[in-house]
C-alpha cells in the first residue's frame, strides 16, 4: 500500500481521542497517522467512515493541538519505515 494524504475536517485539540479526516479512503485499524509532527495510531475500534478514533502521541511525539485543514499522512508501519540498510556506529565511553 501507499501513503495516502487527506486534511482534516475539524481543528483536533490535545486531548481528542478521534479526528475527523476530509476523507478515510485507505484508512484502517492499526495504521499510523501523521500530523504535523504528531504520530497517531487509528485505533482497533475503527470500521469506516471519516470520524476515525485515535491514539496519540506515539514514537515520542506529543499529542498537539491541530488546525482545520491541517495536512494528514496514513498508512501501514511498512509505509513509513526509512528505505534502505542503515548504519550504527559504536562510539566509546569517554574515560
Known amino acids: ?14 486531548g481528542d481521542t478521534q479526528i475527523l479526516v476530509a476523507s478515510a479512503t485507505g484508512f484502517a485499524a492499526g495504521y499510523l497517522i501523521q500530523i504535523d509532527a504528531e504520530i497517531l495510531r487509528v485505533a482497533q475500534t475503527y470500521l469506516s467512515g471519516t470520524t476515525v478514533p485515535v ?14 485543514t491541517a495536512g494528514v ?14 548504519t550504527f556506529v559504536q562510539y566509546p565511553l569517554a574515560g
Open 1 to 14: 500500500m501507499a501513503l495516502v494524504r487527506t486534511t482534516l475536517s475539524a481543528a483536533a485539540a490535545a
Open 55 to 68: 491514539r496519540r502521541g506515539l514514537d515520542g511525539t506529543y499529542a498537539a493541538d491541530h488546525v482545520i
Open 73 to 86: 499522512v496514513c498508512g501501514t508501519a511498512s509505509d513509513w519505515s526509512t528505505p534502505g540498510p542503515q
